[in-house]
């Protein structure tokens, strides 16, 4: 587990080399990927092949920007958190993201807290635009996707990100990054500040054990 010095608050600011213990060295990027545009505030987290529900709170409509924390160790270029920027402060404590039918920081098999990657990607986008990709069933979703996104493959098959622009009247899109260990089941976070206002949505690619406390520096 990695220590409280080094807790997702801080994990979010990190930049540069990191020992995370005396020989394990991790590189650490904050990279902005895009703007996602929410025309009705509700958001989807989810593998966009498969799609997935809008979480229990929501936000003011608008646009947010998308920052991704990219980790590199030993030349493997990694997306370990994906963060949904709500507001220019610091998260201080987190909350679990869950879906309407579910008990709040509750978890057993009927009422899971994260969402299954089948594609080795994940996403944020409006209820909006999940609705738009519903039309596409099966095989032509993933299909649809590929040919819309815009993908910067720059950093390698294991790290990249892209937009796709599902309604160009009211801008609805998806953004679109890889899951930083691939296929598998992640979870997203609230992130609130000092005042308990709501300040970013976080979804934890499972790439270290980020503590989740409140900040203590």
């Known amino acids: 587990m990695m220590n409280e010095g ?11 080399n990191i020992h995370l213990t005396p020989r394990r060295q ?3 990027a904050q990279q902005t990927a895009g703007t996602l545009v929410l025309p009705s505030g509700a958001i989807v ?16 409509p608008g646009r947010y920007p998308v920052v991704l924390t990219l980790t590199t160790e030993r030349n493997d270029i990694r997306v370990a958190l994906a963060r949904l920027v709500l507001a220019d402060e610091p998260p201080k404590r987190w909350e679990l993201a869950t879906w309407p039918e579910q008990k709040r920081g509750w978890f057993n098999r009927r009422q899971p807290t994260s969402y299954s990657v089948d594609s080795a990607m994940g996403c944020f986008m409006d209820a909006q635009s ?7 069933s099966g095989l032509k979703r993933p299909e649809f996707l590929s040919s819309a996104l815009q993908l910067d493959e720059s950093m390698g098959e294991t790290c990249n990100w892209g937009e796709a622009v599902l309604d160009a009247r009211t801008g609805a899109n998806v953004m679109v990054f890889s899951a930083g260990r691939g296929d598998g089941y992640y979870s997203s976070y609230w992130g609130f500040s000092a ?16 503590e989740r406390h409140d900040d203590k520096f």
């Open 195 to 210: 005042q308990n206002t709501l300040v970013a949505l976080v979804t934890d690619f499972g790439m270290y054990d980020f």
């Open 45 to 60: 987290a989810c593998d966009p092949t498969t799609g997935g529900l809008p979480f229990t709170r929501q936000v003011q």
């Open 26 to 28: 991790v590189k650490f």
């Open 130 to 136: 999940e609705n738009i990709l519903r039309h596409y």
């Open 6 to 16: 080094n807790d997702l608050n801080r994990v979010l600011q990190l930049e540069g």
